[in-house]
């Protein structure tokens, strides 16, 4: 079996297993703690409240008029590289493609040539992020482990793609074998790293959403 | 100190003296009892962005990063990735999380008591949603559990628990309550066996601003209310909170739970207090195990009603321009913003408000507890510089709160950088412009 074959039969099958099992247990093994009642009587009804999170899941996707002069540029960059990251994943054909034989729909993709501008750019902004972190004196002291393999596994991912679309440095094959490799191991890291946030994020916002607008706090 | 204690940090009562086994041991079987399945989501969900430390008043004035919000629970995290989370096996066979020492958490008093106010701000900021305040009031309760409490909140905590009072008086407060009474000639209504409403009062005004417990008689003699204070629950603030012993909170809150269902009210009244109403409306329920028998109303939520109502009328202030300082557990946290607005209103203020205002407003610097900290004394002030200059800028003539807490830090201010302006309490200014039947004016 060759690389390619490798990167993309059995390896690929381990890497989905360890992201489906992972991700379920991340979750579960959290979600089977304690879950608290709240006794206090609510400032809100149910449906005020409920509301109050799904507002909250939109609103913390750009922050309050208070805060955007001391975030907003570090915000900027941090949701201008996710774009990124979603516009190749997702609007490249091959990958369409290949979503398509996972799950059973395909939809209109982006030029290549868009789509290697957009790979560029990304690249570019995830050097500029990384180059924040270690600069920043709040988030370096944050930082650990999983921040730096996560931001070293996902680049691995866009520079092996890049390599596989321009063919660049060693055969097509091999590159593309690289490069489903490369998600491979990002598949295997997801559970375990911060890269959860892709599943928390949404939750996160409206649940404790829910909880401010249930007393009527701000939010 | 024996050896068999370890060495006392700086900061603690001596009553809690321990050995640095027995302090990470407190610590982590308080974390155990703390974290459900809430906080944990919560811990999960931090992607290090340190955006938090942007809502921080003690970062931005200092631009420390260990001032970041989240980074103040960082032992906590720590120990939850590493004994709780669902991969906590990983971390500990691979050693990706150390375990928190008592060193560590030694160093953590000065970050989630001297320098949190437990204001709230960084839980509005969170791109992921993470109410970082209820993570640190959490911690709190670690770090009581193990012995690492700063004394003047433990010690005020113990007093309250076992006397009522946070401090010895050379009069009792009810004493002192009475004698408020007479020199401002208004009646006091105490120990009375039943009463619609029970009041309490914050022992600051008691101590420092009698003409606002005078103002709160006033305002409910006027209304013609029934309403009572009770000798053994006079005070409403409660230390335990502060401290972040949850059964010493819950014992002193207990105080006031059963002098109301004793006298019958159907409603305890939350005078101009921030924490009170926080731990009082939205955290007691939790700790009496079921809802309260009575409804917990902050007094500006009460006078609104009874303003619609039309049992409260209103002469028009002479304030000029004012502006108002949110208290954060009150606004923020507790959701009553709008009732001490309608209550300048109907008295025809005209409101500047904060550049920073309503739920995005800078804490005071005092909450949390913090303006009882005497080694916090010099980073607050640094802090609440911040508060100081957005009150300069607006210019106005009245300075008002809702909050004794905030009224005292910012007198405190006045003291410490000769700051021109004077805090001012509302309900103040509601007593002094009653009109109607039954008004003193």
């Given amino acids: 079996m060759d690389l390619l074959g490798f990167a993309r039969g059995p390896a690929l099958k381990v890497a989905l297993a360890v992201f489906c099992l992972g991700v379920v247990w991340r979750i579960v093994g959290f979600a089977l703690l304690r879950i608290r009642g709240d006794l206090s009587v609510p400032r809100a009804s149910i449906f005020k409240f409920m509301t109050g999170g799904f507002i909250t899941i939109g609103s913390r996707s750009w922050p309050h008029r208070e805060f955007i002069a001391r975030t907003g540029p570090g915000e900027a960059l941090g949701y201008s590289y996710h774009i990124g990251l979603f516009a190749v994943v997702l609007l490249f054909t091959p990958h369409i493609i290949f979503l398509g034989s996972l799950f059973g729909i395909t939809w209109p993709g982006l030029p290549s040539s868009l789509i290697t501008m957009i790979s560029v750019l990304t690249m570019t902004l995830f050097v500029a992020v990384l180059f924040r972190r270690v600069t920043n004196p709040v988030m370096r002291m944050l930082s650990n482990f999983d921040d730096y393999f996560s931001w070293f596994i996902t680049m691995l991912v866009l520079v092996t793609g890049l390599a596989a679309t321009a063919h660049l440095g060693a055969p097509y094959q091999t590159l593309l074998g690289l490069h489903i490799l490369s998600v491979d191991g990002l598949l295997i890291w997801f559970p375990f790293g911060k890269l959860m946030h892709a599943f928390y994020i949404f939750p996160s916002r409206g649940i404790n959403g829910a909880i401010l607008a249930r007393k009527g706090a701000t939010s | ?441």
């Fill in chain 2, 1 to 441: 100190m024996s050896d068999t204690v370890g060495t006392l940090p700086a900061n603690l009562a001596p009553a809690e003296a321990r050995t640095p086994e027995a302090r990470v041991a407190g610590a982590m079987k308080g974390f155990a009892q703390e974290i459900g399945a809430l906080s944990a989501f919560r811990l999960e969900s931090c992607i290090h962005c340190g955006i938090c430390a942007d809502a921080c008043h003690f970062y931005i004035a200092t631009e420390d990063p260990q001032y970041t919000p989240i980074w103040k629970v960082e032992p906590f995290k720590q120990a939850y990735k590493r004994e709780a989370s669902p991969f906590a096996p990983l971390f500990r066979l691979l050693g990706l999380k150390r375990e928190v020492t008592a060193d560590q958490l030694e160093h953590w008093q000065h970050l989630l008591f001297d320098s949190c106010n437990m204001c709230g701000r960084c839980s509005l900021i969170c791109p992921m949603g993470i109410d970082v305040a209820s993570l640190i009031e959490q911690a709190r309760h670690a770090m009581f559990d193990a012995g690492l409490a700063p004394k003047e909140l433990y010690q005020k905590a113990a007093h309250q628990r076992d006397t009522g009072q946070p401090e010895a008086s050379t009069e009792p407060y009810r004493d002192q309550l009475l004698a408020i009474g007479a020199r401002f000639k208004v009646n006091i209504p105490l120990d009375e066996p039943e009463a619609d409403i029970m009041l309490c009062v914050p022992r600051t005004d008691i101590e420092h601003y009698p003409s606002a417990v005078a103002a709160l008689a006033r305002v409910m003699q006027h209304l013609g209310v029934s309403c009572t204070f009770r000798s053994d629950a006079l005070v409403a603030e409660n230390y335990g909170y502060y401290a972040g012993g949850k059964t010493w909170q819950r014992d002193i809150s207990g105080r006031l739970i059963e002098q109301a269902v004793a006298c019958k009210a159907k409603t305890l009244l939350v005078p101009e207090c921030g924490h009170a109403y926080s731990a009082l409306r939205w955290e007691e329920a939790d700790l009496y195990g079921k809802p309260l028998p009575f409804k917990v109303r902050h007094v500006t939520e009460f006078l609104v009603d009874e303003l619609e109502a039309g049992r409260l009328k209103l002469t028009r202030a002479a304030a000029g321009k004012a502006t108002f300082q949110d208290p954060c557990e009150l606004v923020r946290k507790g959701g009553v913003k709008d009732a001490p607005r309608t209550l300048m209103k109907a008295m025809g203020i005209e409101l500047n408000e904060l550049e920073d205002h309503g739920g995005f407003a800078f804490c005071c610097g005092g909450g949390g507890g913090v303006v009882d900290i005497e080694r916090a004394a010099p980073l607050r002030y640094r802090a609440m510089e911040i508060k100081l200059r957005e009150i300069d800028h607006t210019g106005a003539e009245t300075f008002l709160t809702s909050c004794s807490d905030c009224r005292r830090t910012f007198d405190d201010a006045k003291t410490h950088f000769g700051w021109k302006n004077t805090p001012h309490s509302l309900l103040e200014l509601v007593a002094n412009n009653l009109t109607g039947a039954g008004s003193r004016t």
